[in-house]
């Protein structure tokens, strides 16, 4: 990898990582619905899938879970596993609905935002082995729409802006 390459997808790795502390700060709706956030970090990752490759948006997303459980939540700690599970259904959606379908980027936010939800939930029925968890996803779906129409706009800006 070119060193221009290795520098920039470093900076916008220690990005997607202060953006996902600073906003795991923001409590929504009070706690009501426990992990709730928009997910600005992802905007960080949809752009890399765009403008570099789904191995480099895969590599940072698997790393800035990482470095965040490292650096806030304990490493293998309950809500490291659960945002692995999502970052990982999330990354691999987004670059099947680019790759397959003529979705905008906003759309492939959605999607992304959509599986990141689902992948929490099923990684949380395993983990707590309680099916009921699934009563969540309802409210977090409803949030998972506005949040990947919000996290797609932004990632689609920073794409006009970004030169190689």
């Known amino acids: 990898m070119e060193i221009k390459k290795f ?24 706690g009501t619905i426990p992990g709730l956030k928009i997910g600005l970090a992802n905007t960080v990752i949809l752009f890399v899938l765009y403008f570099y490759s ?23 700690s309950i809500t490291s596993l659960f945002s692995f599970g999502g970052a990982l259904i999330s990354i691999v959606m987004m670059f099947l609905s680019k790759k397959f379908t003529k979705l905008s980027i906003i759309g492939v936010s959605i999607i992304g935002s959509i599986s990141h939800a689902i992948g929490q939930i099923i990684v949380a029925i395993l983990l707590v082995k309680n099916i009921n968890i699934v009563y969540y996803l ?7 729409i506005p949040s990947g129409i919000l996290v797609g706009f932004i990632s689609k800006e920073m794409l006009k802006y970004f030169k190689y």
């Open 138 to 144: 309802p409210w977090i779906l409803l949030f998972a």
């Open 54 to 76: 789904f191995k480099d948006a895969m590599t940072l997303s698997i790393l800035r879970v990482l470095l965040v459980g490292i650096l806030r939540t304990g490493l293998f």
């Open 7 to 30: 520098t920039r997808l470093s900076m916008l790795l220690a990005l997607s990582v202060v953006l996902n502390i600073v906003e795991s700060f923001i409590p929504f709706f009070n």
